[in-house]
């Protein structure tokens, strides 16, 4: 079964408004801005007249520059920006503060039967998936920021 894979195309005066919007919330000219992305300025203006498409490298550069853009706002006006905003709500997933439907593998706390049976399920569906000879390397991650690594030879 083959992938369906969606494709939007760019709307060239969305991607110039957003760029717009850029510039006012760091305070830039089109001159400024070229400078700090290092492209020509005469490419700002192409882009700016609509004569230009963005390139990839255009954009990569963006993203690079400016930590609070998003790729799918910059392109699509999907998400918000700056991307703190959209950010602030996510849940924290590092420091686990969220109840997850995956077990917590490293608390020590008591599960009832039926959590053990699924953990003892999951157990069982991976011995069938993958062997010792399948696996190359595990790695465990210490809170101090330390790690340890175990490579199969």
Excluded at 56 to 69: G, N, R
Aim: net charge negative; no cysteine.
């Amino acid at each position: 079964m083959a992938a369906l894979i969606e494709f939007t195309m760019l709307n060239q005066e969305a991607f110039i408004n957003r760029l717009n919007e850029v510039f006012e919330y760091y305070n830039l000219t089109a001159a400024s801005f070229a400078d700090e992305i290092k492209v020509q300025r005469s490419s700002i203006s192409h882009l700016l007249s609509g004569r230009n498409k963005p390139s990839l490298d255009f954009v990569l550069k963006m993203i690079d520059t400016y930590k609070e853009l998003t790729l799918d706002w910059l392109l699509y006006g999907k998400g918000s920006f700056p991307k703190e905003k959209e950010f602030a709500t996510q849940p924290n997933i590092a420091t686990n503060k969220t109840k997850s439907s995956q077990p917590d593998l490293f608390s020590e706390k008591d599960t009832t039967t039926s959590e053990k049976t699924n953990e003892d399920e999951m157990i069982v569906t991976q011995k069938k998936i993958t062997t010792p000879s399948d696996i190359e390397r595990i790695v465990i991650f210490y809170t101090n920021g330390t790690f340890k690594e175990y490579k199969n030879v």
